[in-house]
């Protein structure tokens, strides 16, 4: 076992790497050192690694994990020394020299073959800030009317200024997502596109969309396009260029060779990746990534492929354009303590929601494949400001609990702070799964460019969903339900405090279940507190909208009882029963009872004085209520 360090400014490659003053200067080296189990490599505190700056006695390269450590003997990546953790950045800074004006316009080209990538930038710092693409409009989406299968779409004339063509468009084909295509033709009332990958869905007529990363889109300082083919960046500046600009040069800051076993990192950061902090390969088990700062990062900022008994933990992420921890086919994960902010804040700027891959964009955390993953635990993680779901995780036996989520689904929605589904129509019979002592605030919904849609949720428990406790969860201001349950069956729904979401505090709908699939049955619903926030709200919504659903299906649907259901507010129409093909029934609490035959021991308060916002401040949270 043998301890190596490494120093950004003081090391040399030609080094024996095995002391301080014996330093190694590069990422190449240590890359290139065949470590055995055991070995530690230390990186000094208050270096920088540029992993794009490859040039002989410079500090770069990828740092590339080539060997596995072994079971209580891992192999081992760290700091020493004082002050702050050592950084490896993918980041290039752009010279203000060697612009190009564009006529006698405020748009301005750079071409560099060098540093630039070979594929789409992904991160821009604009003056240390993620700069969006240039886009029109600016802001909000433009209405499209009608679609060419997954290729086109048409809309009103005049809706676009000019020709975008080479471009890309950015359509809202539902509302949980977001397709990018590069514009191959355009008419004054149409657009003709390609988008990668298979499984392309087909627009939603009456939903919206954007064009982007053209130079026409750019219209203030900081806006800006990029050629990848010939690796040339357009911005806009006020009066020339100006101000710090850093783009993404590098693909993975750490990258696996291939599945490796029993590596650890700990007390680095990691800046400024085109797509990966830690790339983790596929197949890679027993990885540690403790106490690690991740910033600015193109894609997902920790990713592990059929990951197996990996431990993510203590780390600080924000500012990941896509995903913040993304684990596939895993099995055996702990998830734990970390505090994440700002994932998939930008609308176009992740990625395509359909086609290959494209599940759970803009997603903080988020655990597959539904039908591979088991036994994984997300526990006590701060999760803030997500343009999709905080927590999204399927598979059997996973338990999600003690996490802290605050505002979700504000760039794409139909979906929640925590989100589950088992993917439609499988016969596969999960069992295990919890949901529990989660406080989730603000899923505030995206309803522009959905036609004023707002399908934000708490907890959201998608298509036939089933073998899940959801319990001791504190749940406040969703745009749509604070616990939703859709199309679900077999779900303990305990304990939970549910209070002003925006249409109901509790939800279940059933539609376009198969004959196969059972209609919601066996649900235990019981000991839940549950007030509206406002009169508009309901207590309870229960929707049956299948073909095969029927008046039974609001009686037959399991035990729902002992709940405690209030109102600030002196109405007495807290529940809405909707059978398909009919309006919907607003019931008050005897009305309750007597279509479903339940909650014969719950109790109903009209008006009581004090909200369940004093609750959520009594317990040392925020005060979102102010």
Request: charged share 10%; glycine share 14%.
């Given at each position: 076992m043998a301890t190596y360090y490494v120093d950004s400014a003081a090391g040399a490659d030609t080094n024996a790497g095995t002391s301080p003053g014996a330093a190694w200067k590069s990422l190449t080296r240590v890359s290139t050192q065949v470590l055995t189990a055991g070995d530690t490599v230390l990186f000094n505190r208050g270096g920088v690694w540029n992993t794009w700056d490859t040039a002989s006695g410079h500090a770069g390269g990828v740092l590339t994990i080539g060997e596995s450590g072994a079971n209580n003997s891992p192999i081992t990546f760290g700091a020493y020394g004082t002050g702050?953790?050592?950084l490896i950045t993918g980041l290039y800074t752009v010279p203000l020299t060697g612009w190009t004006q564009v006529g006698t316009s405020n748009?301005?080209?750079i071409t560099d073959t060098t540093h630039f990538p070979t594929a789409m930038i992904n991160v821009l710092l604009y003056n240390n800030v993620i700069a969006p693409l240039g886009r029109f409009p600016a802001t909000g989406y433009i209405t499209y009317t009608g679609s060419t299968g997954t290729t086109g779409i048409t809309?009103?004339?005049?809706?676009?200024?000019?020709?975008?063509?080479?471009?890309?468009?950015?359509?809202?084909?539902?509302?949980?997502?977001?397709?990018?295509?590069?514009i191959t033709a355009e008419t004054s009332t149409s657009i003709t596109y390609t988008a990668?990958?298979?499984?392309?869905?087909?627009?939603?007529?009456?939903?919206?969309?954007f064009v982007q990363n053209h130079q026409s889109t750019l219209a203030k300082a900081g806006d800006w396009s990029y050629n990848p083919t010939t690796r040339t960046l357009t911005m806009w500046f006020t009066s020339g260029p100006a101000g710090t600009i850093q783009v993404s040069a590098t693909d993975s800051l750490v990258s696996f060779s291939a599945a490796r076993n029993y590596n650890v990192f700990t007390d680095i950061s990691f800046q400024g990746a085109n797509s990966y902090g830690i790339n983790g390969n596929t197949g890679s088990s027993n990885i540690q990534v403790n106490s690690c700062v991740?910033?600015?990062?193109?894609?997902?900022?920790?990713?592990?492929?059929?990951?197996?008994?990996?431990?993510v933990s203590n780390n600080t992420i924000s500012d990941s354009v896509n995903n913040a921890i993304y684990l596939s086919d895993a099995v055996g994960n702990n998830i734990f303590d970390n505090v994440i902010s700002n994932t998939g804040s930008i609308a176009g700027m992740g990625q395509s929601t359909d086609g290959t891959n494209g599940t759970g964009a803009y997603t903080g955390i988020i655990i597959t494949n539904v039908t591979t993953a088991s036994d994984n635990i997300i526990t006590n993680n701060t999760i803030l400001r997500t343009g999709y779901c905080g927590i999204y995780a399927v598979g059997d036996t996973f338990f999600v609990d003690s996490n802290y989520v605050d505002t979700a689904c504000y760039v794409i929605d139909d979906g929640g702070c925590i989100y589950t589904d088992v993917g439609g129509t499988g016969a596969h019979v999960y069992i295990g799964r919890t949901i529990s002592n989660n406080i989730l605030l603000n899923s505030v919904g995206a309803p522009d460019g959905a036609m004023g849609r707002n399908w934000a949720n708490g907890i959201m428990c998608d298509d036939n969903t089933s073998n899940l406790t959801v319990a001791n969860n504190k749940v406040y201001n969703s745009g749509q339900y604070g616990i939703y349950f859709h199309n679900s069956h077999e779900i303990n729904c305990l304990n939970n405090l549910s209070y002003d979401n925006a249409v109901a505090q509790i939800g279940i709908q059933t539609d376009s279940i198969p004959a196969n699939l059972p209609l919601p049955v066996n649900f235990v619903i019981c000991n839940n507190v549950i007030s509206n926030g406002s009169p508009a709200q309901l207590c309870f919504r229960f929707r049956c909208l299948s073909t095969n659903s029927s008046q039974s299906d609001f009686t037959n649907f399991g035990i729902c009882d002992s709940n405690s259901y209030s109102s600030p507010f002196s109405i007495l129409q807290l529940?809405?029963?909707?059978?398909?093909?009919?309006?919907?029934?607003?019931?008050?609490?005897?009305?309750?009872?007597?279509?479903?035959?339940k909650d014969v021991n719950a109790t109903v308060a009209l008006p009581v004085s004090t909200s369940y916002g004093v609750i959520l401040k009594e317990q040392n949270l925020p005060d979102f209520l102010s």
């Open positions: 702050v953790n050592p748009v301005w080209t809309f009103a004339s005049g809706s676009l200024p000019t020709t975008y063509v080479g471009g890309e468009v950015v359509i809202r084909k539902t509302n949980w997502g977001l397709t990018r295509g590069t990668t990958g298979t499984n392309q869905l087909t627009p939603t007529n009456g939903y919206g969309f991740f910033s600015s990062i193109g894609m997902r900022a920790i990713y592990f492929g059929a990951a197996n008994t990996c431990t529940f809405s029963t909707q059978l398909t093909g009919q309006s919907p029934v607003l019931l008050d609490f005897p009305g309750w009872q007597s279509t479903t035959k």
